[in-house]
Each structure stands twice: as structure tokens, then as C-alpha cells.
């Protein structure tokens, strides 16, 4: 059985909580689904109990949301994915205590992203993660992910969850921005100097960062990683503009974990799923739908917002997101007189999140070199475990895309379904045969979305299997 | 139209699916330089798509024969081909749920033994013994040892390789659009890729088109009677090995393979209703997917489901392929509407067509196979 529901908002971060905010104040009936058990997303990560002290900035802004969305009447579905999706705006959940399938009316997209990593010699070894991870284990658990970390990656992120380990007691031996911002971003400087500021919190995340002397060193990047059985030591090197290391000057660092913060890829499977139409943006993360100003996808009664329709922050995310509420809203019938001009009355704070978002894709997309740091032995697609040696001999057979190389080498077919390493195969592939990244071609996620137990995706109870009917 | 343009080949083989593939692979090595069109990448629909079994048993009389064969050609491609297809003769299964199902099965295998397949009959407790892994609510099954499974991924594409190893040239991303015809011989054939129209002077087509086959020959006036349909899969994580035959109940509608690798593909054993070129995945038939799984091997209920994808079958009015030269055409020859078994008869279907070429008939009688059959 099909359940109707009127509004549906993918996703509890930024995005989505404003969206559904806007929505169920505008009279809408919004139901509000995250696969994790408190709302939130990335910005606004909730520790996972009042044991883990004292709460952020962020995680009280975080709170101060919820609090209006749940008065709002938003019914929020919790630990509740959505595996699948048809273009009839149908939704396959996987959750305890909600319907299987629902159908919505309308449908706000507010799934963020997953983070990009960089296969270096290494990369696979234990103690190198994602800034990601480590912000989600300090957020929720207060643990710290090692003792001497070293950061690498792009954008000023880096910097607020170096400031953030700091605090909590752990050593920085350094941060590595692999962006040459002095030679690429003097024509930003004064817009980035003001932006880069509110979100590094303030001067905060710098002062602490210079009072504890920790080295960021602008134009450097990771060249590998080695260790017996777990990280000892890195290589790092200075980048050209493409981001290659420049020969001759590396450098070895002692450190037991390495966090790579190489910015976010769009999480667009379910847009695609529901029929948008996509474009291919590299500098705002990769493939996005095609929206309107209200942040409709070209499926009318689908929208998408925040970083999983383009990688823009969490400000930006606020304010798509109440964008997209209100037109939703207005789609089904509610305030449908007063949404162009809320929504216009919106344009000036997303001009000016917009911009922010230009001037951040400007500096801090990495450079085609990140991609060729890997050697024959370096592992491209961890779930599988396949070698770049196992591609190039894929493409030596004849194998030009990525669908075929995927086919022969069981590259991106494990369970992350290639979230990890789509974007480093279709790089590799791309340098290796002499085409573009589009060319070359992503991979395809088919549902469900996340591996799913096959008792719910059947709806049926183990202990049932036996006496139902096929 | 851009006639500079131009290509000359003695055989064009139209669709790069198993069945093109094997024809491309069989006549490069009798030293033919054929040329395959393949409009997307080797093996991208149903060759690559597909449920991986390649059986003998349970098949239509008038193609068991050529499924016989074609299992001989598996054992020597799974000796030559690069990269290892996966092929192994792991057994097929075929259960039954209640007393009706068995007895046809019985009645079966008797036909099978007498046409020289060695087939079994299992009744419960040997089931139970020999795979102990299904449900108990099978009363019994039929079993072909020498019947298996290959990676469907791999299969096309290492004959297409191969193939052009031996002089083929293989054009993907390049869809034929037109046969022409001079009196009663093709004369050639009007092709588009990337950088625009091209004709190909050739005196011989072979049109391995899959379910799109009846567009392409409409522009001849030939009306192939072929009907797609939806057909889909779904792929568990890896598990521990659990079993190595190909098993399938129509009773529960679902058929099951462990690959190389550990992960479980299930399938649906009974055809989707409604002629349709859409390959998205039904979310209704993902769940009818995950319950029929379930209930046929207990194991796994604790399992998950990592992927689904789908494919287009080709049916025919009859469910046996069509392999055929069309009368009054010479240089004509269609290899199309496998109705769901073409991956089995593949390499079988592309040698016969490369004996037909190369010694002017195929060395199995391909009567059953004709277009004509239609025409009554
Ligand atoms: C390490 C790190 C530090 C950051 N620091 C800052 C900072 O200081 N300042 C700043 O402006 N930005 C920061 N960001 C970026 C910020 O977190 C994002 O820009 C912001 O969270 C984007 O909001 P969103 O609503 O688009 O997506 P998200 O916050 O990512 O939320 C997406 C939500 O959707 C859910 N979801 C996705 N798919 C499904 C599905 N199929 N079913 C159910 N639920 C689903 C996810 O579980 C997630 O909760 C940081 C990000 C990271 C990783
Ligand atoms: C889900 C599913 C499960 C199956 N399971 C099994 C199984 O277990 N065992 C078994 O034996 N069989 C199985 N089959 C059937 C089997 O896959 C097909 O019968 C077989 O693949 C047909 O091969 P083909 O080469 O004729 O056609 P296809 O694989 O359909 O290939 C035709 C090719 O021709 C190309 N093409 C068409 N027109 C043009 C043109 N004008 N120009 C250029 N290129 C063109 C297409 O792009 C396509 O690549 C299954 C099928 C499906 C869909």
C-alpha cells in the first residue's frame, strides 16, 4: 500500500529543515525524513547525548531550528532512508514504525553531499580519514580521531575543524590548503578575507590555530602516506597550478592521522531517480539538476536545495531551502498569493550566498593533479579493493568508459555503490584515455540507495516469510 | 548527407550483444574483417544485463539442440577469452512446489534424456540432501549437472575484444540508421556517431539488433515480429558461499545464482506484462524480488539488497529466436528475438552465422529458426 503524504523533504540539515519550516508555516503538511536519528545534518550536528558537554554554536543555532520546526507540526521521520524513488514521486522508506511507500504531493531535496577523497599512495592505510568523519566523531561521540593530526585538503572548513581538534586537546602538526590563494585570490582577497572570516567563526578558528603555532601552508598538498599497519609519517609536497607536486620539494611530516578535506560531491542519485534533468558543473561538485528560481528541478513538484544541489555552505542552504518550502507550499496550495513576493524577498540574501558560492568554487576546486597521485599498487575503489594496475589493464583491453571498466574490474560495484570513488575512476580513466571527465562518464546509482535488508524491502517479517503467499 | 565519409567491409554486423559479438568473434578467426556497429558500449543491454544462467534444460524442443552446443563452445571461450568470463558448470535446479509442477517436470526430462541431455529427477528427501540450502516447501526439482552460469559484465565484451584483436572493427557509439538496398542486394549501410552520418559499402549484413531489430529492418520493409519487454534483477552484498547451482521456481517467480565473488542475483523467472522499452526498476517488482529470495533460501532473510538494475527482453510470437536470411533479400541475415535466451545460445548463434558466411550453410540446421514461420 501507497501512503499519501502531502510535502516530503529528503534530508534534516540546513537545507531541508528550513524547507519544511517554511512549508508548514505557509499551512503545508510536511513530513521531514533523515536516515539519522537526530536532525541536524553536517552544520548542525547534534552530540549524540547531553553526556558529550557542553553544545556549539552550531549545534545551539541547530537546536533553535528545530525547536521552530517541530512547533511548526513537522512530522519527522528519523533513522528512516529513502532507498528508492520513481518518477511518479514515489518513495521507498526503510525505517521502523513508517509506511514502506509513500507518495507525495511535492518533494524537497535537501540530501547534501558525500566528501571527496584523493587515492595517494596510502590512502587506504588506517588512521587517514575524511574531515568529514572526524568532525561527526568529535560532534557526536567527543572523540578525538588521533593524536598528531595532519589536515590536508582545500577551503576554510579546514580550518574550523582544526581549530575544533585544537580545543579539544589534540596536536595539529599541520594544515595544507592545496589552493595557491595568494596567486589565484588576490582578486577575491577583500570578499574572501570578509566571507572566509563568518565561517571560520570568527578570528576564531585562526587565533587558536596561531596560538598553538600550528604551520598552514597555502599551495601544499599530500603526496602519500606511510606507516607499518597504521599512518607513522606523510610526504607532502608544494602544488602547481594543477595541483601536481613540484619535484624536488617534498617534505616528510610525522603524524598517526591524516583528515583529507577535499571538499563535497553533490548527492543527486534521488533527483536523478525522480527524473530531473541533470548538468554537469565541476566547480560547484559535479553533476546537479537544472533548477528554476524556485529551486524546482525541471520535474515540476521536485526541488532540490543546499549542497546537494550544488556545493554552496550551510547559509546557502538556509536560504534555498526556505525558497523551496514556500514555492512547495504554494504548489499544493497554500499562500499561493503571497509566494512570488516572499520568495522575491528573498533574492538579496541569495544573491549574496550565491556570489560567496562563485567565489568559493573559484578558489578552492582541485586541480586535475590531485587525481594522479595514485601508483599501479594504490587502491582506487576501496570496497573492491581495485588497484589502478587492474584499470590501466582494463583499458589496455579496450575498456574506454567507465561503465565498461566498471564491468570488467568490479570497480564502484561494492557497497558504497561508488559514492567513494566515482569521481577518482572517472578522473583516472580521463587522464589515462585522453578525455574529458564528462566523457568518461559517472557511474549510475540504482536502488536502493543504501544496501537495504531484503526482509524490508519486502515488508515482511523474517518470522512471515514462511507462510506468505508469493 | 557527408559522403566524404565512407567505409568499405565485407560483413557489417549491426548490435553488439552477445549474439553480434559472438558473430564478430567467430568470423574474425575465419578471417573475415568485419565491421560491428554498436550504437552504445559492447554487451550494454540485455547481454550485459541478464541473469548470467546458460542452460539446457526446461528449454523449447526445437532449441535444445543448439543450447546443447552452445555449452560445448562456453567450456572452450571460458579456456580462451580475456578477461575470465566466469563461466562454470555449476548445475541448474529447477524446483517445484507442488504435485502438477513435478509432473510436468518428470514428463520433461524424459524428452531431455531421449534428446541426450542428462537430466535428474530429485524427489524431496534428495533435494533436501543435495541442496540443503532452499526452503523446505519444494516437493522436488529436475537437475542438469552440465548446465551453468557466466558474468554476463564480461562475456560481450571479451568476444568483442578478442575479435577485434583478429582485424574486426569495432565501432561503438555509432548506431545504424538505414539498410540499403540495389535489386535485391544490400548494398550498404548509413551509420551516425559522435562526428555525424557515414556510409559503409558492404554487400552483407548480419542485423543483431536485440529487441530494437524491427525498427532498423522496417527501413528494408521487413517486419520482424519481436516485442520488448521488462525484465529486472537485484544483486544481495557479498555472502559466505552458499551454493553453486543456478536455481529457479517458477511457483515463487524468482531464480538465484551465487557469483564468483559471493554476492546473490536474483531474478524473476516469470516475464513483467507489457510491451515496454523503459529500464527503470519497477519498485513493486524490487519487492517481489526481495520476497520470492527470501522465501526460496531461508539464508537470506539477514541479507541485503545492494543493487537492482533491468533489462529488455526480446520476445518473439513463438519464444524461439529468429535466425534468418529474409526471402528475396540477398545479404540479409537477421540473429534477433532470443526471447530470454540468447545469453546461453550467444556463441552458438554467432558461430552458425559465421559457418553460414563462411561455408555457405551452418553446420546445425537452422530451419525452426526461420522469419518465414511467421508469414503463414
Ligand atoms: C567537516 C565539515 C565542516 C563544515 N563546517 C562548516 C562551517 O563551519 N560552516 C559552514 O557554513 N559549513 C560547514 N560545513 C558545510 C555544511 O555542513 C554544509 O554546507 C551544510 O550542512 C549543507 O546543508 P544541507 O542541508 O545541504 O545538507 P546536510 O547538512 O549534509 O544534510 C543532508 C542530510 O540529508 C540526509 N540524507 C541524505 N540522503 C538521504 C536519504 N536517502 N534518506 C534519508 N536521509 C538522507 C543526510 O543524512 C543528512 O542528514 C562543513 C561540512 C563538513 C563536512
Ligand atoms: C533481466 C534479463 C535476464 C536474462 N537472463 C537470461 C539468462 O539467465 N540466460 C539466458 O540465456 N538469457 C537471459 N536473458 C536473455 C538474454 O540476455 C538475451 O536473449 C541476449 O542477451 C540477447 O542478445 P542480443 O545480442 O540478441 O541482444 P542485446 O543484448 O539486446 O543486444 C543488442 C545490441 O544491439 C544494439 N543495437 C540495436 N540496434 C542498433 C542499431 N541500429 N545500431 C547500432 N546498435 C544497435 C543495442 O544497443 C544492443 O547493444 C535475460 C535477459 C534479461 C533482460
Not at chain 1, 532512508?81 to 524537497?108: C, F, M, R, Y
Request: aromatic share 6%; proline share 5%.
Amino acid at each position: 500500500m501507497i501512503e499519501p503524504v502531502e510535502i516530503v523533504v529528503v534530508g534534516a540539515g540546513p537545507g531541508g529543515l528550513s524547507a519544511a519550516l517554511a512549508a508548514a508555516h505557509a499551512g503545508a503538511q510536511v513530513t521531514l525524513i533523515d536516515s539519522n536519528r537526530q536532525p541536524g545534518g553536517q552544520y548542525f550536528r547534534q552530540p549524540a547525548n547531553e553526556l558529550h558537554g557542553e553544545p556549539s554554536r552550531h549545534q545551539r543555532e541547530g537546536q533553535a531550528l528545530w525547536q521552530q520546526v517541530q512547533s511548526a507540526g513537522v512530522r519527522f521521520w528519523a533513522e528512516t532512508t529513502v532507498w528508492g524513488a520513481t518518477t511518479e514521486k514515489i518513495l521507498s522508506l526503510n525505517g521502523k514504525d513508517v509506511p514502506g511507500t509513500i507518495q507525495a504531493q511535492a518533494i524537497v531535496l535537501a540530501t547534501g553531499t558525500f566528501e571527496r577523497t584523493s587515492a595517494f599512495p596510502g590512502w587506504t592505510l588506517p588512521g587517514v580519514m575524511t574531515a568529514g568523519a572526524a568532525q561527526t566523531l568529535l560532534k557526536e561521540q567527543r572523540i578525538l580521531p588521533g593524536k598528531k593530526i595532519l589536515l590536508v585538503g582545500t577551503g576554510p572548513l579546514q580550518l574550523v575543524l582544526a581549530a575544533e581538534l585544537v580545543r579539544a586537546g589534540a596536536q595539529v602538526v599541520a594544515v595544507l590548503e592545496g589552493a595557491p590563494i595568494f596567486r589565484n585570490g588576490a582578486r577575491h582577497l577583500s570578499a574572501l578575507w570578509r566571507q572566509w572570516e563568518r565561517i571560520a567563526e570568527g578570528a576564531n578558528s585562526w587565533l587558536t590555530l596561531a596560538s598553538h603555532r600550528i604551520p598552514y601552508r597555502m599551495g601544499w598538498g599530500i603526496v602519500s602516506a606511510s606507516g607499518n599497519q597504521q599512518v607513522e609519517r606523510a610526504t607532502i609536497a608544494r602544488l602547481d597550478d594543477t595541483w601536481r607536486p613540484v619535484a624536488g620539494s617534498e617534505e616528510q611530516i610525522a603524524c598517526d592521522t591524516i583528515l583529507l578535506g577535499y571538499g563535497f560531491i553533490p548527492f543527486h542519485a534521488l533527483a536523478q531517480w525522480l527524473g530531473a534533468i541533470m548538468t554537469w558543473q565541476p566547480e560547484l561538485g559535479g553533476d546537479i539538476p537544472v533548477r528554476d528560481s524556485n529551486m524546482q528541478t525541471s520535474v515540476p513538484g521536485i526541488y532540490a536545495v543546499g549542497d546537494g544541489a550544488g556545493v554552496g555552505g550551510a547559509a546557502l542552504a538556509l536560504v534555498e531551502g526556505e525558497i523551496a518550502g514556500i514555492a512547495a507550499a504554494a504548489q499544493t496550495g497554500h499562500q499561493t498569493g503571497r509566494a512570488a513576493q516572499r520568495i522575491r524577498s528573498l533574492a538579496p540574501a541569495l544573491a549574496r550566498e550565491q556570489q560567496f558560492q562563485k567565489m568559493y568554487a573559484a578558489l578552492f576546486t582541485p586541480g586535475a593533479g590531485l587525481y594522479a597521485l595514485g601508483n599501479n599498487e594504490t587502491i582506487l575503489c576501496r570496497c573492491e579493493e581495485i588497484t589502478l594496475a587492474q584499470v590501466r589493464r582494463a583499458i589496455a583491453l579496450g575498456a574506454t568508459t567507465i561503465k565498461e571498466i566498471k564491468s570488467i574490474t568490479r570497480v564502484g560495484m561494492g557497497d558504497c555503490q561508488g559514492r567513494m570513488c566515482s569521481h577518482l575512476i572517472a578522473n583516472v580513466i580521463a587522464r589515462e584515455t585522453g578525455q574529458s571527465v564528462n566523457q568518461v562518464g559517472m557511474l549510475r546509482p540504482r536502488p536502493p540507495l543504501f544496501p537495504t535488508p531484503i526482509t524490508a524491502i519486502a515488508r515482511t517479517p523474517s518470522e512471515q516469510m514462511e507462510v506468505a503467499h508469493p | 548527407m557527408n559522403a566524404s565519409r565512407k567505409m568499405n567491409a565485407p560483413v557489417v554486423i549491426i548490435g553488439g550483444g552477445i549474439v553480434g559479438c559472438a558473430a564478430a568473434y567467430y568470423l574474425s578467426k575465419s578471417g573475415v574483417q568485419v565491421t560491428l556497429l554498436e550504437r552504445s558500449v559492447l554487451g550494454d543491454e540485455a547481454s550485459g544485463r541478464n541473469g548470467g544462467g546458460v542452460r539446457q534444460q526446461c528449454r523449447d524442443r526445437r532449441e535444445r539442440g543448439l543450447a546443447m552446443a552452445s555449452v560445448r563452445l562456453w567450456q572452450e571461450l571460458q579456456a580462451t577469452l580475456e578477461p575470465d568470463i566466469e563461466y562454470r558448470q555449476g548445475g541448474n535446479i529447477r524446483l517445484a512446489t507442488d504435485e502438477k509442477r513435478l509432473s510436468d517436470l518428470r514428463c520433461q526430462s524424459e524428452e531431455e534424456l531421449q534428446d541426450g541431455l542428462p537430466v535428474e529427477m530429485w524427489d524431496q528427501s534428495e533435494l533436501r540432501r543435495r541442496a540443503p540450502y532452499l526452503a523446505e516447501i519444494f516437493l522436488g526439482a529436475k537437475y542438469c549437472a552440465s548446465d551453468g552460469m557466466a558474468n554476463p559484465l564480461l562475456v560481450s565484451r571479451a568476444l568483442g575484444w578478442a575479435a577485434q584483436r583478429s582485424g574486426a572493427r569495432i565501432l561503438t557509439h555509432t548506431e545504424a540508421f538505414q539498410i540499403e538496398i540495389q535489386g535485391r542486394q544490400v548494398t550498404s549501410v548509413l551509420a551516425k556517431d559522435a562526428q555525424g552520418e557515414f556510409v559503409i559499402e558492404t554487400p552483407q549484413v548480419i542485423h543483431a539488433g536485440g529487441p530494437w531489430t524491427p525498427h532498423l529492418s522496417q527501413t528494408l520493409g521487413v517486419v520482424v515480429p519481436i516485442v520488448p519487454a521488462r525484465s529486472s534483477l537485484a544483486i544481495t552484498q557479498r555472502m559466505p558461499r552458499l551454493f553453486d547451482e543456478f536455481v529457479s521456481s517458477h511457483d515463487l517467480g524468482v531464480y538465484a545464482r551465487q557469483a564468483r565473488e559471493g554476492q546473490i542475483h536474483i531474478g524473476r523467472s516469470v516475464s513483467e506484462p507489457g510491451e515496454t522499452f523503459d529500464q527503470t526498476t519497477p519498485l513493486p517488482t524490487i519487492e517481489k524480488l526481495a520476497r520470492g529470495a527470501a522465501q526460496m533460501i531461508p539464508a537470506l532473510r539477514g541479507s541485503n539488497f545492494l543493487r537492482t538494475w533491468t533489462g529488455t527482453l526480446e520476445n518473439t510470437p513463438d519464444g524461439i529466436a529468429i535466425i534468418s536470411a529474409v526471402d528475396g533479400i540477398a545479404g540479409y541475415l537477421i540473429a534477433a528475438g532470443f526471447s530470454g535466451h540468447g545469453f546461453c545460445l550467444g556463441p552458438i548463434a554467432g558461430k552458425l552465422l559465421s559457418e553460414w558466411l563462411v561455408e555457405g550453410e551452418p553446420s546445425m540446421s537452422l530451419r525452426e529458426f526461420r522469419l518465414a514461420r511467421f508469414q503463414k
